[in-house]
């Protein structure tokens, strides 16, 4: 079946880092060229972080994230990362990746309406960044 599947999350100290694994099953990266990681906080909508064209690495970073997060993925093993660094509390959130044909760019993927990505999403997974 076709599957994201996210790790790699769990509790963290302020300043702390972790790193986000999605691993796609049933379908390859190659066939959504848009692969992205949002969150969504409590109460909150959910974000678009960090997306990537698969085809030839261009990124986009929101500027909450920019400077301490990267993103990166392995085609061959079907899989994008999310390095996360120096970690604050506001960063807490349901982590999620998503898999997208891009129509238009990341940028676009990213800061559009994630309800209306065409694709695949994870189940999302628990990041907690607290003392």
């Known amino acids: 079946q076709l599957q994201l599947v996210e790790s790699g999350g769990g509790l963290v100290e302020p300043g702390g880092s972790l790193t986000l694994s999605c691993e796609a099953s049933?379908?390859?990266?190659?066939?959504?060229?848009?692969l992205g990681w949002f969150r969504q906080a409590p109460g909150k909508e959910r974000e678009g972080l960090s997306c990537i064209n698969s085809i030839d690495g261009s990124t986009y970073y929101a500027d909450s994230v920019k400077g301490r997060f990267t993103i990166s993925r392995d085609n061959f093993k079907n899989t994008v990362y999310l390095q996360m660094n120096n970690l604050k509390p506001e960063d807490t959130a349901v982590y999620y990746c998503a898999a997208s044909e891009l129509h238009r760019t990341v940028r676009t993927m990213c800061t559009g309406r994630w309800e209306l990505l065409p694709g695949y999403w994870g189940q999302g997974i628990q990041v907690t960044v607290s003392a």
């Open positions: 049933g379908f390859t990266f190659l066939d959504y060229d848009g």
